[in-house]
């Protein structure tokens, strides 16, 4: 059977349930109406599903026509408060938030992997699950479903994610660690006001924040094993009212990238150790709030090798690669870590229709044709799994 002619059956229907999803993003937990469309399209092709993970997740279920194993698809529906700068005709309709990660896309086509495996269900071996997922942004989703059951009897599951930073057409799944876990930190910084004048009489906690961000950046240079991927960032610092005032206090928040729980925990004690040493030494103090925000995601490795072959009937085999892991982190790994499970990163990078920008931008954007083959590969990963 070729999955991607039995999914192409049904590319209008993707690609017009993908727009409606992107002109109504909903960031983590309120995903109420994207969800009411879920059901919609499940109670249309008479897919049974329960609700799971709260009041917004669901998990469906595609009964084969004899007995055998049990599969999860996973696809998250989260959208982001992110302004809109695309010029499509969809665009989003809620000011300050936008599908700028690719999540209308996913939900759409594991919707089309249910009309595909639906329609051949009688021939199928086992029990397909669909999981789709809220509050994948916050890292909090997954959990939440696998709380509530969603695991329950499933012996492998399979996800996927959209990516500017491949190119398009060419899909990554590697073998064993193919996305980075993910912490946050916030560090507060105490210093002693006073008038700019008179630096003596002051500690500038402006001065403490920058040096302690220039520290910051040994830890990967200088600590880490540099055979080991490490990524220490600062996104944000704030500091002072007045231009002639010396800041009393200062704020740097940021993020960790690992992918080895050892090197996780090193950068971790290091942001602590660094950031309080710094501040002493400019007389100053540092209080470090440190926070574990998301697991690495883990390709087993026999269910990387099935779906990599199941990628391949899709996308053609040359367009099929064993590397490429990247420094982003997704919730998924909880799936992961509970069952033998795969994830791929399907490219987008295309210049002929602008899809340039990253995920997250407020132009993010992608060729809608890769909705079909997305789709196909949801159902062809189910299709081989359940056929082995």
């Not at 300050?96 to 089309?112: I, Q």
């Not at 925990?265 to 540092?286: F, L, P």
């Not at 931008?361 to 590969?377: H, I, R, Y």
Request: net charge negative; charged share 25%.
């Amino acid at each position: 059977m070729d999955v991607l002619e039995l999914t192409a059956r049904f590319a209008p229907e993707i690609v017009a349930l993908r727009r409606r999803i992107h002109r109504n993003p909903e960031v983590a937990w309120q995903e109420h109406e994207t969800c009411a469309l879920v059901k919609q399209e499940l109670d249309r092709m008479g897919i049974p599903y329960r609700s799971c993970g709260g009041e917004t997740g669901i998990l469906a279920e595609i009964c084969g026509g004899r007995e055998g194993k049990t599969v999860l698809l996973r696809a998250d529906m989260d959208a982001l408060k992110v302004q809109e700068m695309a010029d499509v005709e969809y665009a989003s309709e809620k000011n300050g938030y936008m599908h700028a990660c690719g999540h209308d896309g996913h939900t759409a086509m594991l919707l089309g992997a249910a009309m595909a495996l639906h329609s051949i269900k009688a021939e199928l071996a086992g029990r397909v699950l669909l999981a789709f997922q809220p509050a994948e942004e916050v890292a909090a989703g997954a959990v939440a479903m696998i709380e509530d059951g969603a695991l329950e009897g499933v012996d492998a599951c399979f996800g996927m994610h959209l990516m500017t930073g491949v190119d398009a057409g060419t899909v990554l799944i590697p073998d064993e660690y193919v996305l980075s876990a993910a912490d946050q930190f916030r560090i507060d910084v105490e210093g002693l006001g006073g008038h700019a004048s008179q630096p003596h009489t002051a500690v500038d906690a402006v001065v403490t924040a920058a040096a302690i961000v220039t520290a910051l950046q040994t830890i990967v240079s200088r600590e880490t094993n540099p055979q080991e991927a490490g990524v220490v960032t600062i996104g944000r610092m704030e500091a002072g009212t007045l231009f002639n005032a010396i800041a009393a206090t200062a704020v740097l928040e940021g993020t960790v990238r690992t992918y080895r729980d050892d090197v996780r925990e090193h950068i971790e004690d290091a942001v602590k150790r660094i950031a309080e040493g710094t501040a002493a030494a400019y007389r100053a103090k540092a209080t470090c709030d440190y926070r574990r925000f998301c697991k690495a995601t883990w390709n087993d490795p026999a269910r990387a090798k099935q779906l990599r072959e199941s990628a391949a009937e899709v996308f053609g085999v040359e367009n099929v690669r064993s590397n490429g892991r990247l420094m982003i982190s997704e919730d998924f790994s909880e799936f992961a870590l509970r069952v033998p499970s795969a994830f791929a990163l399907v490219g987008i990078y295309d210049e002929s229709c602008d899809a340039v920008y990253p995920n997250h931008n407020g132009k993010f954007c992608f060729d809608e044709g890769v909705l079909t083959k997305g789709a196909a590969l949801y159902a062809k990963a189910a299709m081989d799994f359940l056929a082995e």
